[in-house]
């Protein structure tokens, strides 16, 4: 066993570690991405009706529906 394979397995597992931790953070960002489409999809979703059915109203007004 040479003096070079502790350092060399030292900085294998440094670099993995970094890898890892990279990885981890594009996880993250990906995850919070997701999370915020969600968000803005259920409010798109709910406001939307809300918007539509009040567009409808006023349409059925002018129109002479009621």
Same mark, same amino acid.
Request: overall charge positive; proline content about 2%; cysteine-free.
């Given at each position: ?12 597992? @440094?670099?993995?570690?970094?890898? $890892?931790?990279?990885?981890?953070? !594009?996880?993250?960002?990906?995850? *919070?991405?997701?999370?915020? #489409? @969600?968000?803005?999809?259920?409010? $798109?979703?709910?406001?939307?009706? !809300?918007?539509?059915?009040?567009? *409808?109203?006023?349409?059925? #007004? ?5």
């Amino acid at each position: 066993m040479s003096t070079d394979e502790p350092l060399q397995k030292n900085i294998q597992r @440094a670099v993995g570690i970094s890898a $890892l931790r990279k990885i981890r953070t !594009l996880v993250d960002a990906e995850e *919070a991405n997701d999370a915020f #489409k @969600a968000r803005a999809l259920r409010w $798109l979703l709910g406001y939307g009706m !809300l918007l539509m059915l009040g567009v *409808a109203l006023l349409l059925a #007004k002018f129109l002479g529906v009621f």
